[in-house]
């Protein structure tokens, strides 16, 4: 079984400033991934960014960057030079066991000020 | 091209009707995932088909949810009879392929049940 923990059920961000959201992840898994869906007010869920468990180097697209820390078992998000339109909640999902099911954190909601 | 598409994006229903939602994957894509997004229970799922063969429904909730695939362009999630606690958003994603490959969700049904 997968677990996913998002401790920061709410962060706020100045407007161009960088921000980490906070992903742990528990798995026995060999070969897995980790992702990160944003869902804006309105309810989509959009796909940011793809780290696999074999990747050497961190995830980049964009202004999303993912920090994988194998070793502690971290996958959290780095968003650089925050908008406006950054709000939403963010989700840290995993894939694994053979199948590609993903297993979700609880969400951590982003608010970016001006 | 298109996205995943789902039907109807809101539905509101009586507690004991039956509620029928619909979903066309991306084509091309081989899994079909049915979660729903409640505030309890967060974004759980539900089943999910690889080429249109259920692989893993342990996250149906009970007999009252059914989950068909019968070509690869077309998925039902069904609930009858229906009780107020389904009320919840569900979404249909679609991936190629297995473990690392990305799940696109669709807009997602909203279903309230009175």
């Known amino acids: 079984a997968q677990k996913i923990t998002q401790t920061q059920p709410g962060m706020f961000v100045q407007e161009k400033e960088a921000v980490t959201l906070d992903c742990t992840y528990d798995t026995s898994d060999p070969s897995y991934g980790l992702f990160w869906y944003k869902q804006p007010s309105s309810g989509e869920m959009i796909f940011l960014i793809y780290q696999g468990s074999y990747d050497q180097q961190n995830a980049t697209e964009g202004r999303y960057s993912l920090n994988f820390q194998k070793a502690r078992k971290s996958a959290n998000l780095v968003i650089s030079a925050s908008q406006l339109g950054d709000s939403a909640m963010y989700f840290c999902?995993?894939?694994?066991?053979?199948?590609?099911?993903?297993?979700f954190g609880t969400g951590t909601q982003l608010k970016v000020e001006l | 091209d298109a996205g995943v598409i789902q039907s109807p994006r809101h539905e509101v229903t009586e507690m004991g009707q039956e509620v029928t939602l619909r979903c066309k994957p991306i084509?091309?894509?081989?899994?079909l995932f049915w979660y729903r997004q409640t505030m309890m229970r967060g974004l759980e799922l539900l089943i999910y088909?690889?080429?249109?063969?259920?692989?893993?429904d342990s996250g149906m909730p009970e007999d009252r949810f059914s989950a068909k695939m019968p070509n690869a362009s077309f998925s039902t999630l069904k609930i009858q009879p229906s009780e107020p606690r389904d009320s919840a958003v569900y979404f249909c994603a679609s991936s190629l392929g297995a473990v690392g490959s990305t799940q696109y969700f669709g807009p997602g049904t909203r279903l309230l049940v009175l």
């Open positions: 084509s091309g894509h081989d899994y």
């Open positions: 088909f690889n080429n249109n063969v259920p692989i893993d």
């Open positions: 999902a995993s894939s694994g066991g053979g199948g590609n099911k993903l297993t």
